[in-house]
């Protein structure tokens, strides 16, 4: 290819010679002969054999002749990167040393490769962009503070502690000046990821003084970690460098003092904070009105919600609702329905959050009608209720046995573009399979399929028990292939379902054959297992094989319970067999492994 530079500055056309350097890797650069309207520049051949050539033409008031200056051709050879242009003899036409010349042309190429490290940050591409990093590193340029400070940033996010950790020495090693905002970054990346010896060391090593950020970054891990003495000594440090603490550090300080010694210390520095002429604000009273209910004391906690506007702050819906959750959890609903009708009145709005805590509460007390109007109310204060909102009302309709009413609510909800979660269908199922419903409970289990939920194992354990009592072991089976073709495995509570359904339905060589299927997967049958192979026998006045299963039970370990020996002589029974059930059942007292009046009833039972 040809590229064209300007003759007058040699520096500038090296530049413009760097700004195609990736094109022109590995080829030769060839000067070529320049019409008259070029005479003023210079034209060079790029050519494939790993060599630059250049050309210098002077301008037109230059004396020397053109043969002159080209005998005087300097063969520059490219690097394996074409990163810098050496002049191997001599100065051209006035020119800088050839030393000068490499001094420009690495200053630009420190500039181009800073803006692609900037480049490669912006665009996510963090590998590449930390890789590239060493490699400028190595070759002794200074990266830019900036594009460092995002790339130790988004390191830490992803959790790539170790190469933020280099990105920093780095930084040190190149000489470039730190800020401080590049150590709170990495201060915080350490915290955040449990690390907090690594952020202290890191804080006590700053070249730069900590600013309040930095402090409260230290403050509140070491306080989320306990650490409270620990803490006060770093606000020490931090007045004694002048350095003053802000509303977070004070709020981090009495959250932590309120947890670890109590209110009436976190007070003590509310005082301080005070004295020190940092006001505080709603979070910081918030903290405070919290520590106070947890330790009990609701009424102080209302009587300081009502002074905080003489304090000159506010109350918000986050106070509010710390007071309500209080009240509710201490069985004061009327106060906690006072509180609501208070708050509104004062222009201060309810949140779904504010609602829900009344929901839960009255469904956990079994005031399902009035969780009702408390749902029915929240579109009137511009709240849409969530799935938290009917969740404790599908809860409380599933444990009343109200089945109707649940499904009813959750087609509302569904209509309203508002699902449950997982386990709440799964209580749902649960309550529709006791309460025999279990073909709408297989409807439901379609439907959560139709919207992308996925269901878990506990949904098809269900499903699959529910439709195995009622008999409906081929559907039951279906799901269970379903549930294989989606990689879950079944436990032994799902065999033990479908073993026991076709037991009940007289599918007994089915159940053994699954049974058997077990025990090649290695998953080891249990008491329940066995009991429903051998009531299925019985049920078919095969109790020799159940007696026959028994044995084999004991072979394998697994311990009979009172039931299984219950079948076995309920089962002798229905054959006629009373004289030999009575004589197991005497055997079996003896060795206190049944009770007496339960094999009493059986024989009772059985002699009418």
């Known amino acids: 290819?040809?590229?064209?530079?300007?003759?007058?500055?040699?520096?500038?056309?090296?530049?413009?010679?760097?700004?195609?350097?990736?094109?022109?890797?590995?080829?030769?650069?060839?000067?070529?002969?320049?019409?008259?309207?070029?005479?003023?520049?210079?034209?060079?051949?790029?050519?494939?054999?790993?060599?630059s050539r250049f050309l210098v033409i002077p301008s037109d008031d230059s004396e020397e002749p053109i043969s002159s200056i080209t005998k005087?051709?300097?063969?520059?050879?490219?690097?394996?990167?074409?990163?810098?242009?050496?002049?191997?003899?001599?100065?051209?036409?006035?020119?800088?040393?050839?030393?000068?010349?490499?001094?420009?042309?690495?200053?630009f190429e420190g500039f181009e490769n800073n803006n692609h490290l900037r480049l490669l940050v912006r665009n996510g591409e963090l590998e590449n962009g930390f890789k590239f990093l060493e490699d400028m590193f190595f070759r002794g340029e200074i990266p830019d503070i900036n594009a460092c400070t995002i790339l130790i940033r988004d390191l830490c996010k992803t959790g790539k502690i170790r190469k933020a950790t280099r990105v920093m020495e780095i930084l040190k090693d190149s000489r470039a000046?730190?800020?401080?905002?590049?150590?709170?970054?990495?201060?915080?990346?350490?915290?955040?990821?449990?690390?907090?010896?690594?952020?202290?060391?890191?804080?006590e090593r700053m070249s730069v003084s900590p600013d309040v950020v930095t402090y409260n970054t230290i403050l509140r891990t070491l306080c989320g970690c306990g650490r409270l003495k620990q803490a006060m000594d770093v606000l020490d440090r931090q007045l004694q460098s002048e350095c003053y603490p802000d509303v977070i550090t004070y709020t981090i300080l009495i959250e932590a003092t309120c947890k670890e010694s109590g209110v009436g210390k976190a007070m003590k520095l509310l005082d301080e904070m005070r004295n020190k002429g940092c006001k505080p604000d709603v979070v910081t009273y918030n903290v405070l009105i919290k520590g106070i209910c947890k330790e009990g004391r609701l009424d102080e906690a209302i009587k300081f919600l009502n002074h905080m506007p003489s304090y000159g702050c506010q109350p918000n819906t986050i106070t509010y609702n710390i007071i309500?959750?209080?009240?509710?959890?201490?069985?004061?609903?009327?106060?906690?329905?006072?509180?609501?009708?208070?708050?509104?009145?004062?222009?201060?709005?309810?949140?779904?959050?504010?609602?829900?805590?009344?929901?839960?509460?009255?469904?956990?007390?079994?005031?399902?009608?009035?969780?009702?109007?408390?749902?029915?109310?929240?579109?009137?204060h511009g709240c849409t209720p969530n799935s938290l909102s009917y969740k404790p009302l599908l809860h409380g309709f599933c444990k009343e046995k109200r089945m109707d009413r649940a499904i009813e609510f959750l087609n509302t909800m569904v209509s309203g573009g508002c699902y449950p979660d997982i386990m709440t269908y799964n209580t749902l199922l649960i309550a529709l399979c006791k309460d025999g419903k279990v073909d709408v409970a297989a409807e439901i289990v379609n439907q959560l399929r139709s919207k992308g939920c996925?269901?878990?194992?506990?949904?098809?354990?269900?499903?699959?028990?529910?439709?195995?009592?009622?008999?409906?072991?081929?559907?039951?089976?279906?799901?269970?292939?379903?549930?294989?073709?989606?990689?879950?495995?079944?436990?032994?509570?799902?065999?033990?379902?479908?073993?026991?359904?076709?037991?009940?339905?007289?599918?007994?060589?089915?159940?053994?054959?699954?049974?058997?299927?077990l025990e090649e997967m290695g998953v080891r049958p249990n008491a329940n297992t066995y009991n429903s192979i051998m009531l299925g026998l019985c049920n078919i006045q095969q109790t020799n094989r159940a007696i026959d299963f028994l044995a084999y039970m004991v072979a394998r370990d697994?311990?009979?319970?009172?039931?299984?020996?219950?079948?076995?002589?309920?089962?002798?029974?229905?054959?006629?067999l009373a004289k030999e059930a009575l004589e197991l059942h005497n055997e079996l007292c003896s060795r206190g492994v049944v009770k007496k009046s339960s094999v009493e009833q059986v024989i009772v039972k059985n002699s009418v």
Request: proline share 2%.
């Open 1 to 51: 290819m040809d590229l064209t530079l300007p003759a007058k500055n040699y520096t500038e056309g090296f530049c413009l010679f760097h700004r195609h350097s990736a094109k022109i890797r590995g080829r030769e650069v060839r000067a070529k002969q320049l019409v008259t309207s070029e005479a003023n520049s210079l034209r060079l051949y790029v050519g494939a054999k790993g060599k």
């Open 72 to 107: 005087q051709l300097n063969i520059v050879r490219a690097v394996s990167r074409v990163d810098t242009l050496r002049l191997q003899h001599g100065h051209l036409n006035g020119a800088n040393s050839s030393s000068s010349a490499s001094n420009h042309s690495q200053s």
């Open 177 to 203: 000046v730190l800020d401080v905002r590049t150590y709170n970054i990495l201060i915080s990346g350490y915290c955040k990821s449990g690390e907090i010896g690594s952020a202290l060391k890191l804080f």
């Open 324 to 380: 309500l959750r209080s009240m509710c959890s201490t069985q004061r609903w009327m106060d906690a329905e006072k509180l609501l009708d208070d708050m509104v009145r004062k222009g201060c709005s309810p949140s779904v959050v504010t609602f829900n805590i009344l929901i839960n509460f009255l469904c956990r007390k079994g005031l399902l009608g009035r969780a009702i109007n408390v749902l029915e109310k929240m579109p009137r």
């Open 454 to 517: 996925s269901p878990v194992l506990i949904t098809y354990n269900t499903i699959i028990d529910g439709l195995s009592k009622v008999g409906k072991t081929e559907d039951a089976i279906k799901f269970l292939d379903e549930m294989k073709g989606k990689g879950l495995e079944p436990a032994i509570i799902t065999y033990s379902s479908l073993v026991g359904g076709l037991s009940r339905g007289g599918k007994v060589d089915e159940a053994i054959a699954f049974f058997h299927d």
């Open 558 to 576: 697994c311990i009979p319970t009172e039931a299984s020996y219950m079948i076995l002589i309920e089962g002798l029974a229905d054959e006629g």
